[in-house]
């Protein structure tokens, strides 16, 4: 069994990924941590019953994780609490799958140099469902054939979410950058400012869509859109427990969802 731990508990994401542990077979929930609800049972939050297991105040992370023997923490709160507290549990020992969003390449970079440093094992992904990796896939293959195409990226999601635009829309961005060469970005439009080489990526934030994703190639007479929608949260919990279960088997170093689906 796996001694799994959930930073950020009592949020959608944690409680959705708390729920999938419960249902694993080969992972268990051994410790719970968030800012808020301290003492309270894991499970209420999972709508899965009493699980024996009280959330923790993040501020005892790293004793916490001692205590219970974790072997892997999944992350997915806010990128300030990412920054602090994924550099505590790789120095413990402790593998990291990092769901968090709105990283700043500086943070990022500690956050790598943490992993690699105390030789864990990490799955830092800003999309953990499959058809996401696989619309990666799809706008990888589209940007090879289609240069000359204008770019946008289109991207909606609840209006709850704090950071924009989503990662799995930078993360588009940057496949198709990666392909054509150093593109520039232009996020949103305003003013007069006319249309270079550029990829456009644009923000909708409204009531409760869990996350659409469009990249449009647009030509003269033609276009071509790619499109994800998730239809539920569901999807990235189950991913982020699929990547647990697999980066515990896995030499140290930093993995992504390609690896974990072997894309
Ligand atoms: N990678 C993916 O597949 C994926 C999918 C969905 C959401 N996300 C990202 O996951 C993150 C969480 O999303 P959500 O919808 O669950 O948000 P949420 O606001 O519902 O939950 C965040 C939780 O983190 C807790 N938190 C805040 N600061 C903390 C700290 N310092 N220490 C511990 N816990 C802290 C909050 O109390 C809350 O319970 C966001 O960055 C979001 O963009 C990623």
């Known amino acids: 069994m796996i001694n799994a731990a959930v930073l950020g508990a009592c949020g959608r994401m944690g409680s959705l990924i708390i729920e999938n542990i419960t249902s694993s077979t080969n992972m268990q929930l051994v410790a719970a941590f968030d800012v808020g609800n301290i003492g309270r049972d894991a499970g209420e939050f999972a709508h899965v019953g009493n699980l024996g297991i009280q959330i923790s105040d993040v501020?005892?992370?790293?004793?916490?994780?001692k205590k219970t023997q974790t072997e892997v923490l999944i992350d997915f709160t806010i990128a300030g609490a990412t920054i602090v507290n994924a550099p505590v549990a790789a120095g413990c020992g402790v593998n990291l799958i990092i769901g968090t969003t709105g990283l700043t390449p500086e943070q990022r970079a500690v956050i790598d140099e943490a992993i690699r440093k105390n030789k864990v094992r990490a799955v830092i992904s800003p999309n953990y469902s499959v058809g996401v990796n696989v619309f990666f896939k799809i706008v990888r293959e589209a940007a090879k054939y289609l240069a000359d195409y204008d770019i946008e990226i289109i991207e909606a999601h609840h209006n709850q979410k704090k950071d924009a635009p989503s990662g799995?829309?930078?993360?588009?961005?940057?496949?198709?950058?990666?392909?054509?060469?150093?593109?520039?970005?232009?996020?949103?439009?305003?003013?007069?400012?006319?249309?270079?080489?550029?990829?456009?990526i644009h923000a909708v934030r409204g009531g409760d869509i869990t996350g659409d994703h469009s990249v449009l190639f647009v030509g003269n007479s033609e276009r071509i859109e790619i499109r994800h929608m998730a239809h539920s949260r569901q999807?990235?919990?189950?991913?982020?427990?699929?990547?647990?279960?697999?980066?515990?088997?896995?030499?140290?170093?930093?993995?992504?969802?390609?690896?974990?689906?072997?894309?």
């Open 235 to 263: 999807i990235f919990a189950k991913g982020a427990v699929r990547a647990a279960e697999w980066v515990c088997g896995e030499e140290p170093g930093i993995y992504n969802m390609d690896d974990v689906l072997g894309l």
């Open 59 to 65: 501020k005892d992370l790293e004793t916490v994780l």
């Open 168 to 200: 799995t829309a930078l993360r588009a961005a940057d496949v198709i950058s990666e392909v054509l060469g150093g593109k520039e970005y232009v996020y949103g439009r305003e003013g007069i400012a006319p249309r270079g080489k550029e990829i456009g």
